[in-house]
């Protein structure tokens, strides 16, 4: 969201910063089904219009009030638990469907992902994997300790 209000070299980020999240924060979030601040504190930011612009205030700032206020937070809470966890079966089938698994052998040649940050370069034009490595250990599953190529043709010579 910030990404959208910044200009292009990206100097105002920190004084759009407030009301960006202002606008996270009172947002109805698709995986909850409520904003951030009405599953924190059970009701509705308050915004400066609804304070310059008359309505129906009928609640009193009494024990019941609060009483209210906890009660509609945790009914809040337990719909929301429920559409977090819809949408995480639904980002699990996506995942699964589009996932395959690698294995490799000791002694495999691999690229290696490693992001790379240059000021004044674009991100999109700058390699991200770099090679060649053998795998000269398993760690675990999906971990594997690997050795540059580099270091084998300085031995060699």
């Given at each position: 969201?910030?990404?959208m209000?910044t200009d292009v ?9 407030p009301?960006?999240?202002?606008a996270?924060?009172?947002a ?11 599953l924190?504190y059970?009701?509705?930011?308050t915004?400066?219009?609804?304070v310059?612009l ?19 937070s ?21 995942y ?9 052998k ?8 490693t992001?790379i940050r ?6 999109k ?10 795998i000269t250990?398993?760690?675990s ?8 190529m580099?270091t084998?043709k300085?031995?060699?010579?």
């Amino acid at each position: 969201m910030l990404s959208m209000y910044t200009d292009v070299e990206q100097k105002i980020w920190d004084t759009v910063l407030p009301f960006v999240t202002f606008a996270y924060n009172s947002a109805k979030q698709s995986s909850t089904g409520f904003s951030p601040f009405f599953l924190i504190y059970g009701r509705n930011i308050t915004t400066p219009l609804d304070v310059i612009l008359p309505h129906n205030n009928d609640q009193d700032h009494d024990d019941s009030y609060v009483q209210q206020l906890i009660t509609r937070s945790e009914e809040a809470r337990h719909p929301a638990k429920i559409h977090i966890k819809d949408a995480q079966a639904s980002d699990k089938r996506r995942y699964d469907a589009r996932h395959r698994s690698v294995s490799y052998k000791i002694g495999d040649l691999v690229w290696v992902y490693t992001p790379i940050r240059k000021v004044g370069l674009s991100e999109k034009l700058l390699r991200r994997y770099f090679s060649p490595y053998r795998i000269t250990r398993q760690m675990s599953e999906v971990t594997y300790e690997v050795e540059s190529m580099e270091t084998d043709k300085k031995d060699v010579n």
